[in-house]
Each structure stands twice: as structure tokens, then as C-alpha cells.
């Protein structure tokens, strides 16, 4: 059975390297990321598994609210909060002041986060979005510089 603080330990060192990570180009870090930390990585991979796990188990996404389910995995890693996501539609419309970085895993169908097939999306600084999965469901990992986001309502 896996627990909140063997996560956060598994997923320490991916959040090592993505500390001092520049979010100004946020496609060119994409780019990176799924060069340097594709999903067949062993330390991707190994995440992947346990974030599932925890997903069947409930513990890490055990709230519930409009049909997403989720969960803050940790307030402060190196510099980051860790939220995990399940989600089959529309989220939140929120701003990510210091950017968003988010690791996407597909659960069913054919799932789009914003568009991105499942792997690394991210958003720099100041950006604004609806998050939206769409065509299956995904399993979304957002790794939060400073734990800023800003909920935007209207």
C-alpha cells in the first residue's frame, strides 16, 4: 500500500530537476522535458505507477468537486507545491503567476490536456487558462512554483 510520504519521496528528485527551470519559454521547456524526462523514463515511469496507485487506493486525489477529483500532494518540494488531478472535462479557470508545470498521464481513451496529448505541459509566468481534458481521462500532476495559483472567477 503506498502512502502520501512515499510519493513525495519518489518524487523528489524529478522536482530536482525541475528546479531553477526557466518558465519564460514555457514550449521550449516542454520541449526539454520530454526529451530529458520522457514518459518511458524510468523515474517517470516509476512515478506514473505509484500515482495510479494512489489514484485506485484514494489517497491522492480525495476530494471531489464538479466531477474532478483531487488532492494536494505537497504544500513545499524544493521550491514547489504538488497538486494531482483526475479530470474528464473543464477545471477551475485559473492564472499561474510564477507558471505551471504539469506531467499528464492517460487513464482512458484518447486524452487532451489543452489540447497536449499525455507528457509534460507547461505554462509560464502570468498565464491564464481553463484547464480541459478532452476525448478520454487523464491523471495531471501540476508542480507549482512558490504553490502560486490564482482562481479566477467570471
Known sequence: MG???AFVSLVTPLVQKLAGKDL???EALRAQLERDLPLRDALVASI????EEGLREGWLVPKENAGIKFGRVAKDVLGFSIDAVWMQGPGPKHRHPDGEIDLCFALEGDPRF???????TVYGRD?????TVRGGTMLILYFLPG???EFVTG
Open 3 to 5: 502512502s502520501k510520504e
Open 127 to 131: 498565464t491564464t487558462h481553463v484547464p
Open 114 to 120: 489543452d489540447g497536449n496529448q499525455e507528457g509534460w
Open 24 to 26: 519564460g519559454d514555457a
Open 48 to 51: 506514473r505507477a505509484a500515482a
Open 147 to 149: 504553490g502560486k495559483i
